[in-house]
């Protein structure tokens, strides 16, 4: 790892300090992120709360990495979903308060093996275990890029530098949801600090990201909804990659329901937080059975 800089000299030098600030990847190599998301939705009607639901979304995931280009991007790796569940809390006006439901979530148990063609310049995903016909199964199909990282913009940045998220990117990063039709999705980030943990150097990058889009729901009118996130992610400066991701989100969309006694309006928000872990280490999976 690289030498820690003493405090005093960290001081006068922080100002024109720059860091490498790109990912990069070794075949044999192997990643594990253990995520816990935690969203809750409240629908309003003539400015009544009439129902809240809080879902909390726990998944371990690892990605052996079996193939790099020159540059280090990966160019063929299997993501395997090795545990996740999904408990759903729900309360409603005039009801008595459901029991919290947990059940294993979609993914788990799940192995896609993922190539890229360099002639059709495009991602090919093969279903090795799980179920094709779940949501969740075919959204990570439908990646354009599951390996897409937007807020790493493989250069160097300079302390206290801001620069906005790769475009294409963003796009890609919110591809395979059908559930939504995205119209515009932008980014910011910026280098905040240098963070020193156990001799260890990390740079703390600021996001910033700003959603609308349309969504695909006919019984609730295709409402537009407009979302933030904002947070932050270490990234271990000596080994290159990052290693952990929080962020806080916030959504909003109005919407018209049918009812008995007619047309309903409803304004619904949604307020979440997701924290993620990375680790890295040498992959254990099968060998690869296309060689």
């Known amino acids: 790892s690289a ?24 075949a044999g190599h192997s ?45 063929k790796a299997r993501i395997r979903w090795t545990e996740g569940t999904t408990t759903t809390e729900k309360v409603e006006l005039g009801k008595e308060p459901e029991d919290a439901v947990t059940v294993d979530s979609e993914l788990t148990g799940a192995t896609i093996l993922y190539t890229w063609n360099a002639e059709k310049k495009a991602w090919e995903a093969k279903l090795e275990e799980g179920d094709a016909d779940l949501d969740d199964v075919k959204k990570q199909m439908k990646k354009t890029d599951p390996f897409v990282n937007p807020f790493v913009p493989d250069r160097e940045v300079k302390i206290g530098e801001s620069w906005d998220a790769d475009a294409e990117g963003l796009k890609a990063l919110f591809s ?44 609730i009118g295709k409402p537009e909804i ?18 952990s991701i929080e962020l806080d989100s916030e959504g909003s969309f109005d919407a018209e329901v049918q009812t008995p006694q007619g047309k309903m309006a409803l304004t619904v928000g949604i307020a ?5 872990a ?8 099968k060998e690869d059975e296309d060689k």
């Open 3 to 26: 030498l820690a800089i003493p405090a005093m000299a960290q001081e006068t030098t922080e100002d024109a300090r720059t860091v490498m600030l790109k990912e990069s990847f070794k």
């Open 31 to 75: 990643r594990t992120e253990t995520a816990e998301e935690s969203n809750t939705t409240e629908v309003s009607a003539q400015e009544m709360v009439v129902q809240t639901e809080t879902n909390t979304e726990t998944e371990t995931k690892i990605t052996d990495v079996l193939e790099v280009n020159e540059k280090g991007k990966i160019t």
């Open 272 to 276: 979440g937080n997701e924290k993620r």
């Open 278 to 285: 990375i680790t890295y280490g040498e992959t254990e999976a």
């Open 226 to 243: 407009t979302a933030t996130r904002k947070g932050h992610y270490l990234y271990d400066i000596a080994e290159g990659r990052i290693v």
């Open 176 to 219: 395979g949801d059908e559930g939504i039709k995205l119209k515009a999705v932008t980014a910011t980030c910026k280098a905040e600090e240098i963070v020193t943990e156990k001799e260890m150097e990390y740079l703390k990058v600021s996001i910033e990201l700003t959603m609308t889009g349309e969504l695909q729901d006919e019984n």
